[in-house]
């Protein structure tokens, strides 16, 4: 699977933002897309998972702000980013792996990944 991650940009706190992502080589609707992000001095931390089925998972610290959510026509996933706080900024990946996980949100879940999009909050 490639993946093409597009839509990053400089925002202010309490903004929002959309992260597109198109995949190609493999339906989404087949496969498991996930979203990472890595802030300097961080490890790649897990985001949000979306499966081909719609089940979906985020982060304890998006819950509620952000939504996952894909096009199967466009064969796209996004991330609509809202209420952006500025421990947001990261280098926002997405990502695709198997539907069946025994740990979605494990990096080594996925073995497809995007170039990254940088997300910054100003406060």
């Known amino acids: 699977v490639q993946l093409q991650a597009s839509g990053g940009g400089l925002v202010q706190a309490g903004g929002s933002l959309r992260l597109s992502c198109a995949a190609s080589g493999r339906t989404i609707s087949s496969i498991a897309m996930a979203w990472f992000r890595q802030a300097p001095g961080n490890y790649r931390e897990f985001v949000a998972r979306k499966n081909g089925g719609g089940n979906t998972w985020y982060a304890d610290s998006v819950q509620g702000r952000f939504t996952i959510s894909g096009d199967s026509a466009k064969n796209m996933v996004y991330l609509q980013m809202n209420s952006l706080k500025p421990e947001d900024s990261a280098v926002y990946y997405c990502?695709?792996?198997?539907?069946?996980?025994?740990?979605?949100?494990?990096?080594?879940?996925?073995?497809?990944w995007g170039q990254g999009t940088q997300v910054t909050v100003s406060s």
């Open positions: 990502a695709a792996g198997s539907l069946y996980s025994s740990n979605v949100r494990s990096e080594s879940e996925y073995s497809s």
